[in-house]
T-cell receptor
Framework: AQSVTQLDSQVPVFEEAPVELRCNYS??????LFWYVQYPNQGLQLLLK??????LVKGINGFEAEFNKSQTSFHLRKPSVHISDTAEYFC????????????FGEGTQLTVNP | SAVISQKPSRDICQRGTSLTIQCQVD?????MFWYRQQPGQSLTLIAT?????????ESGFVIDKFPISRPNLTFSTLTVSNMSPEDSSIYLC?????????????FGQGTRLTVV
């Protein structure tokens, strides 16, 4: 069975600082990896995804993530954050065998302060 | 991407009653799912809504409590039955466009349910 661990429940940063949100997964088969963002009182929006190919993937709003198979990680990064990036971020995985069912991490609340 | 509409967006219900949540997509999709997000927590998959047949429930969720319908490829409903305060959550509809989507799901805005 697959599982996802987001190592930080809350990450406070100052505006224009870099940020990294950490995500580790466990699975016995090949996986597809995703980061979703949830703004207050809204549904989830897909930030980026890794399906295959280049391990560095770029998403919307200047975010990127790197798939590291040996460390089973998929950390999310942004070189300079804005106040508008304040939101909950979820890492998710689906296994190659199921291809559709998502398992979510517990979420990381990113708070960007002026 | 297509538009996923959930209704109602929020509701406050009395314990012991039932609430039906609707999810409408403006184009045909392969798969539809229902998730629950309890306060301050992550998303948990309730079930996969299968078109024209019974939903597939995850461990810990049963049809009597969460009956689901999916009469066609663009519409599904989730009913939360005999509600208790523990059912207070956000309920989210999610869709996959085709079988090659590999979990790249899209979500509705959610239904925020409070049971009093």
């Amino acid at each position: 069975a697959q599982s996802v661990t987001q190592l930080d429940s809350q990450v406070p940063v100052f505006e224009e600082a870099p940020v990294e949100l950490r995500c580790n997964y466990s699975s016995s088969v090949s996986v597809y990896l995703f980061w979703y963002v949830q703004y207050p009182n809204q549904g989830l929006q897909l930030l980026l995804k890794y399906l295959s190919g280049s391990t560095l993937v770029k998403g919307i709003n200047g975010f990127e993530a790197e798939f590291n198979k040996s460390q089973t990680s998929f950390h999310l990064r942004k070189p300079s954050v804005h106040i508008s990036d304040t939101a909950e971020y979820f890492c998710a995985v689906s296994e190659g065998t199921s291809g559709s069912r998502l398992t979510f991490g517990e979420g990381t609340q990113l708070t960007v302060n002026p | 991407s297509a538009v996923i509409s959930q209704k109602p967006s929020r509701d406050i219900c009395q314990r012991g009653t039932s609430l039906t949540i609707q999810c409408q997509v403006d184009s045909q999709v392969t798969m539809m799912f229902w998730y629950r997000q309890q306060p301050g927590q992550s998303l948990t998959l309730i079930a996969t809504a299968n078109q024209g047949s019974e939903a597939t429930y995850e461990s810990g969720f049963v049809i009597d409590k969460f009956p689901i319908s999916r009469p066609n490829l663009t519409f599904s409903t989730l009913t939360v039955s005999n509600m208790s305060p523990e059912d207070s959550s956000i309920y989210l509809c999610s869709v996959l466009w085709d079988s090659r989507s590999h979990g790249e799901a899209f979500f509705g805005q959610g239904t925020r349910l409070t049971v009093v």
